[in-house]
């Protein structure tokens, strides 16, 4: 596994090596507001796109969680809801496509990941316990610490260097996790949280190597491995094209085996799951199941819903199937590539290789002239929006938020603006629109100021925070 195979992937999935496995039924329209609407947009929703209005939105790369379209297969699926309070057909078929697709014995479903996430942690974490991962995610390590856990990032150091071409950057240290294990005492690590792909690194993958010894070390310690399996089948994609020994295997079979070394994991469905809306939570041991079904109906609803409708877990059972096929994942991650190499070959900054579900802007690379402090990737998602109507959003500093002990501010390495690609959405002519987009920003870099924070919220302040231009 070198760069060069990753190079070689990258040109396997060019241009004109693959097609959308699906033609378009229904369209929206885009509105492409003026550059004067934008300013005054951006300044109204104190620059942070999560508080623009869609309608001043052209090209919408907020996220790729929720924003997929559905097929007409899953819109038929929402028409077969079966809305009775307890036992609805609907989440039979659910917990069959997890058991089926994933692995796992027990299925919880939940309103999306963080009531998943809530769950778990509150679950399965006892106070000062650690819970190593690799790397952070924003809404799982909230959950993990307000359980009373605390955080520690095993992740390899490879995954932040933006421009490091290891091809599994997702991967867990091993020997910094078992340092953390012998100096803190196995007692005192609740379980391992991994990510498959690592949203945060970039969208970069474990290797099955790595979740292999992953799983022979924490058996020597009996500690549980529960996966975020948010975007493991993009996950499983990348183990297809780089792993030596599965390129003739399916995007579904790699999927089981990851998961297999596993004890459990929690999803946003919202992502690889191909819907708008839900979540679940599964698990192979009845005890721990027995809890977290009985939390679910404090939290989320009656364990045969947990916060969804009926209708919504037919569509995330159909879209559970749909989103394994492997020519769906390799069209999805081929435009994320695809947009990727756009901006290469212009030497833009990004964070290499380019993962499965974003394009990460190296906004560190982008403003030298910036400190951390003048938030960057804030400012850089800001100009992007104001220079074209594309919305990214901030991934460094403000989304790492303050530490809980210090209350200073965490200072990721990875300074990023991620634009996230929704699934089956956009074209490749909306790419090379974004791309000459960053293109344009990229060129006024230098003229570029940055931001003071104004308004601070106290949890996930990303969302909410407020902030001005630095006169
Ligand atoms: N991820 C994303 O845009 C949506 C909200 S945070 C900006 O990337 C992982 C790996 C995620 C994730 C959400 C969640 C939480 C858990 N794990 O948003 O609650 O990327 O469904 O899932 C977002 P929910």
Sequence with gaps: MTSSSYKTMGQQFGRRSWAEPWKIKMVEPLRMVSHEDRLLAAEEAGYNTFLLRSHDVYIDLLTDSGTSAMSDRQWAGIMLGDESYAGSRNFYHLEDAVRDYYGYQYVVPTHQGRGAEHLISQVVIKQGQYVPANMYFTTTRLHQELAGGIFVDVIISEAHDPSNLHPFKGNVDLNKLEDLIKREGVENIAFISLAGTVNMAGGQPVSMENVRALRELCDRYCIPIYLDATRMVENAFFIQQREDGYKDKSVAEILREFCSYTDGAWMSA??????????????????????????????????????????????????????????????????????????????????????????????????????????????????????????????????????????????????????????????????????????????????????????????????????????
């Excluded at 590539?337 to 993962?355: A, E, K, N, S, T």
């Excluded at 991934?395 to 699934?423: C, F, N, Q």
């Design 270 to 471: 919202k992502k690889d799951n191909l819907v708008n809306i839900g979540g679940w939570l599964a698990v192979n041991n009845h005890d721990l199941f027995d809890k977290l079904r009985n939390m679910v109906v404090v939290y989320e609803g009656l364990h045969t819903y947990g916060g969804m409708a009926g209708r919504d877990m037919e569509a995330l059972a159909i879209g559970i199937a749909e989103g394994v096929q492997d020519d769906h994942v390799r069209s999805r991650v081929g435009q994320v590539l695809y947009l990727g190499r756009l901006l290469i070959d212009w030497d833009i900054p990004i964070v290499q290789p380019v993962g499965g579900h974003a394009i990460f802007l190296d906004a560190k690379a982008f403003y030298t002239h910036l400190s951390q402090d003048q938030f960057p990737a804030q400012t850089l998602a800001a100009q992007l929006y104001q220079e074209s109507g594309v919305r990214g959003m901030e991934r460094g500093i403000v989304s790492a938020g303050r530490d809980p002990k210090t209350g200073k501010h965490r200072y990721p390495a990875l300074e990023l603006t991620r634009l996230a690609i929704p699934r089956r959405v956009y074209t490749q002519a909306h790419m090379d629109v974004v791309a000459e987009a960053v293109k344009k920003v990229f060129d006024i870099r230098q003229q570029t100021r940055g931001l003071k924070m104004v308004y601070e919220p106290e949890y996930l302040r990303f969302f909410q925070a407020r902030f001005e231009p630095i006169p």
